[in-house]
């Protein structure tokens, strides 16, 4: 193999399991550390930087940084990282001092953002520091979007939202609430803008058309829909037996939710067997622990209606034959179940919706009619139309809708510059040797064999008697600080320099986990299986070191198993081995700004 | 040295042997030598060695004299029986030991000072009355633990840290041990565990004495330019000869080796060592043509290295003095201790 090229900031970055996973690329490392010395308010504040509402992704975030964890390779169970994020959230202090200064003399660009949902918050948290005037236009008569609307309180109070939100609204963007923009002819035509950005979501469920859904639709919801209603206080009772179809995590929020207003029978219907679940596994722990009942192998047949009113439905019992894989292979129809219900809530799935965008504006829309949108600029195939969030590609999260905004906002910048908004900023990456004396670095590096600690919870006797008792109490001092132990810091990286070593095997002794080797070079899958613990994950990378001064073979880390303790720089007579903390500097609106003024000629 | 212990956490893969157990279950204490001493990687050699054997912790033990070398039985196999003995009498207490229970296996490990100063004349004797035990020297020619002045093992021209010449001949303990009448005699690197995990194992299982003198470069004392004992000069200078793949009892022959150029040689246990010739003009079995070869090469200024000679001999100290095939604790204390009666008979015959 060719020696590793590690000044390209994707290798360094991609060691850092968590933060390559997360859309908007959290220092995730950096702010345990900074929770594990108690400062909570700087914590936070890292991690506003790229993912905007820390206090909300710390409750609802889908945390694709979980199942990527490195601890969840070493042991079973990842870091808790969600739950430290809120931790961060709950114990800082005020920020408002802190936040980014918004200039009083304006660049004279004006910004339409369509939906006050994450997407556009966080254009607007990207552009005002830089002058723009930023207007947004909301349906609904608070922003929020799908975080207030499709969120249920118990799990997301209305506190934590309104202050994340807040912080954005506060910077004096023009918000215009109850206001749906019905022609984008219209905002295109008259409003003046330099630019629109489209952060309206994914706001229609999908229909479930089968015998009886029109007799019943009194008692038949779409998911979305109905937590909107309970959202806003237009819902507040729902029948003792409810039936939810589908197994996403709208579907848990339905069902949870229903337990609150009144239902005490709630069974959520699913065609699949477990391993086929869409909802997060966190999610379905929490549904199952408030009794909700999860019934596989249930595909829906029709509506049945007595006296006129909704008595339950018809369910055909799927069998399935999986291959070795998990895969399904073959299913057939073994029967058919009648459930009774006084409501059934259908969670199927959303999709996004622009009856309010004229067709001929130059807006290409593909044949499933959705927007053609770039996926690195977000830019429409219109210059100077944007869409961002689930409005873009269609349903994902919260965090993934922080990154498009985070992406559109730079190419906003760059169109409102007259630049081509290709031509972005390449991410960049620092690296600091942590070496502070002898065996001493600046970060812990004693590996930790705790557990992951479990999230305290409301008990089942409180936490129904209103629809807004946060359910997840946080963790408490002790488990903080027991927690943030349990953090590898992958981020601080063992740089080798080649040139230095003396091959004396010291590192490769002393490594407990076995992932380095000195040997002779050769192909990657050759070298995989003889390093002294073969490779066998092929989705981490090997580090392959230039040829080695005394016998020219080379050092080869594999990746996958590294705990960071930093034993390898220890053990090291040279110093052929250093532990370094890698920063990825991830460009956002403001990096480009800088980088846009540097380039003008100065006038002296 | 670290200041943290090496975390319990393993490699998931990590393979087991027959008892179940991990090389990680063959490791010891915290070591507390220099980082990147030689010797720390012959203590992995041993771990390696051991575990491949299917060693049971509790079957060995490790002796050792006094220096950095004699340090190191601390840091391997932490279920094993051991004793940090006084400067260069690690052999009597290995023979002491050895004549107790001849049912274990024991590693005794020394250093250049520890062996060829201080305990030269032990060191004779232990091979002289082949008592059955792996001797493993860690030679790194200086006195790492006083500051690095020359040891026995110092080769002449070979410069100090601070810069003085040495101008005493080395004592070379390989060719010592063969003109003893040694009958397992080995060379070997500790940068090399291909090389020297092997030649622990068939050590272990040899009959009689072993000796493998490990160059074990000091990366504090003697790892400048000018040292004949640095890492860099010793992989220059380094000729491996013979190679030894040791094959379990268990284990079958798969490789085909090709006749004149391997030799297998069977341990009395039945395992075999497989000597594969790197270099034709070397019989490893000649003891006369092998000690005139080494000091020729020697001459020239290369180590040479690999199983240097191997004899299978029925001479060890237990068969010489055909003492009991038990361990002396497994006997009844009635038949071990012969009573007053007993006693006044034996001291009659001094009479």
């Known amino acids: ?604 | 040295m670290t200041f943290l212990a090496k975390p319990k956490i393993a490699h998931p893969s990590l393979p087991k042997n027959t008892l179940g157990l991990t090389r990680r279950d063959y490791e010891g204490a915290l070591s507390t030598l220099c980082a990147g001493c030689g010797h720390d990687s012959i203590t992995a050699a041993i771990v390696e060695a051991c575990w491949g054997v299917d060693l049971e912790p509790q079957n060995l033990v490790k002796l050792s004299g006094i220096g950095c070398s004699s340090k190191t039985t601390a840091y391997f196999v932490s279920g094993s029986h051991g004793f940090n003995s006084v400067h260069g009498r690690m052999p009597s207490i290995a023979m002491g030991a050895n004549a107790a229970n001849r049912n274990l296996t024991y590693i005794g490990v020394s250093g250049d000072g520890d062996t060829l100063s201080i305990g030269l004349g032990q060191f004779c004797h232990a091979i002289r009355r082949n008592l059955n035990m792996l001797y493993i020297i860690e030679n790194n020619g200086v006195y790492g633990l006083t500051k690095g002045q020359f040891s026995a093992s110092a080769d002449i021209g070979t410069k100090a840290k601070k810069g003085e010449t040495n101008f005493q001949p080395p004592i070379d303990p390989v060719l010592l041990a063969m003109t003893l009448g040694a009958t397992f005699v080995a060379r070997s690197f500790s940068g090399d565990k291909q090389q020297l995990v092997p030649l622990i194992q068939a050590g272990m299982k040899h009959q009689g004495f072993a000796l493998i003198d490990v160059l074990s470069p000091c990366v504090t004392f003697n790892d400048h330019e000018g040292s004949t004992k640095s890492y860099a000069y010793t992989r220059e200078h380094y000729e491996p000869a013979v190679h030894a793949d040791f094959v379990p009892l268990e284990r079958e022959i798969t490789a085909d080796y090709k006749d004149g150029e391997s030799l297998p040689v069977v341990m009395h246990d039945g395992s075999r060592i497989v000597l594969r010739k790197l270099d034709t003009a070397y019989d490893p079995t000649n003891r006369t043509a092998a000690a005139a070869h080494i000091q020729e090469r020697m001459r020239e200024g290369e180590y040479l290295t690999g199983l240097l000679y191997v004899e299978r001999a029925e001479h060890e100290f237990h068969q010489v003095n055909q003492t009991p095939a038990f361990a002396l604790n497994s006997i009844p204390y009635e038949a071990l201790s012969p009573g007053k009666a007993g006693l006044d008979k034996i001291l009659a015959r001094y009479r």
């Open chain 1, 1 to 604: 193999m060719e020696p590793t090229d590690t000044s390209n900031p994707n290798y360094y970055h991609r060691v850092v399991d968590c933060q390559w996973a997360c859309p908007a690329h959290t220092d995730v490392p950096e702010y345990i550390r900074l929770i594990a010395q108690g400062r909570f308010t700087d914590a936070y504040l890292v991690n506003r930087h790229s993912n905007v509402f820390p206090g909300i992704l710390g409750r609802v975030c889908d945390r694709p940084c979980e199942p990527a964890c490195r601890r969840g390779r070493i042991e079973e169970k990842p870091v808790a990282i969600c739950r430290l994020k809120r931790v961060a959230a709950d114990h800082r202090e005020d920020v408002s001092g802190r936040l980014p200064k918004i200039p009083k003399v304006k660049n004279g660009k004006k910004v339409a953002l369509v939906g006050a949902g994450c997407a556009s918050l966080t254009v607007a948290n990207d552009l005002m520091p830089l002058g723009y005037e930023v207007t947004i236009f909301e349906q609904f008569g608070e922003p929020g979007g799908l975080m207030r609307s499709n969120i249920p309180s118990f799990r997301l109070p209305h506190t934590v939202l309104n202050e994340e939100i807040g912080m954005i609204t506060g910077m004096g963007v023009d918000l215009r609430l109850n206001t749906p923009v019905k022609s984008m002819r219209e905002l295109i035509g008259q409003g003046g803008y330099d630019a629109v950005f489209v952060g309206s979501g994914a706001p229609k469920g999908k229909e479930l058309n089968l015998p009886g859904r029109t007799e019943g639709s009194a008692n038949v919801h779409i998911g979305i829909s109905w937590l909107e209603s309970v959202a806003f206080g237009h819902i507040e009772k729902i029948g003792r037996r409810v039936l939810i179809i589908g197994v996403g995590n709208t579907a848990m929020d339905c069902c949870r939710t229903s337990l609150r207003l009144g239902a005490d029978s709630v069974k959520v219907m699913a065609r699949k067997p477990r391993g086929f679940f869409k909802a997060s596994e966190w999610e379905l722990e929490d549904a199952e622990e408030e009794s909700v009942a999860i019934v596989i192998n249930h595909s829906p047949k029709s509506f049945v209606m007595e006296n006129g009113r909704l008595a339950g439905m018809l369910f055909d019992r799927m069998e399935y034959d999986l291959d070795a894989q998990g895969r399904i292979t073959a299913e057939r129809i073994v029967g058919e179940q009648f459930f009774p219900a006084d409501d059934v809530i259908l969670a199927i799935g959303q999709e996004n919706a622009f009856p309010w965008i004229e067709r001929d504006l130059g807006i290409e829309f593909d044949k499933w009619d959705v927007p053609v949108v770039d996926k690195v600029t977000f830019q429409s195939t219109r210059a100077g139309v944007f869409f961002g969030g689930d409005a873009a590609f269609g349903p994902k999260n919260i965090i993934w809708a922080v990154e498009h905004g985070h992406q559109a906002a730079i190419s906003i910048h760059r169109h409102c510059q007259g630049e081509a908004v290709s031509e972005r900023l390449a991410p960049g990456m620092n690296l600091q040797s942590r070496k502070m004396g002898m065996h001493e670095w600046s970060y812990a590096n004693d590996y930790n064999p705790l557990e992951r600690r479990l999230m305290p919870h409301v008990s089942l006797k409180e936490r129904f008697k209103k629809l807004n008792i946060e359910v997840e109490l946080g963790f408490t001092a002790q488990q903080v600080e027991q927690e943030v132990q349990r953090c590898l810091n992958c981020d601080v990286q063992t740089v080798f320099t080649a040139k230095l070593c003396i091959e004396c095997d010291a590192c490769i002794d002393i490594c407990p986990v076995d992932c380095l080797t000195i040997t002779h070079n050769g192909t990657e899958a050759e070298l995989r299986e003889r390093l002294k613990a073969p490779a066998k994950n092929l989705t981490q990378p090997l580090y392959v070191s230039a040829g080695l001064p005394q016998t020219g073979r080379v050092m080869v880390k594999d990746e996958d198993l590294c705990v960071h303790c930093g034993l390898c720089a220890e053990r090291c007579p040279t110093a052929a081995w250093d532990m370094q903390k890698s920063e990825l500097r991830w460009p956002h609106a403001g990096d480009e700004a800088v980088a846009l003024e540097a380039k003008k000629p100065k006038i002296a």
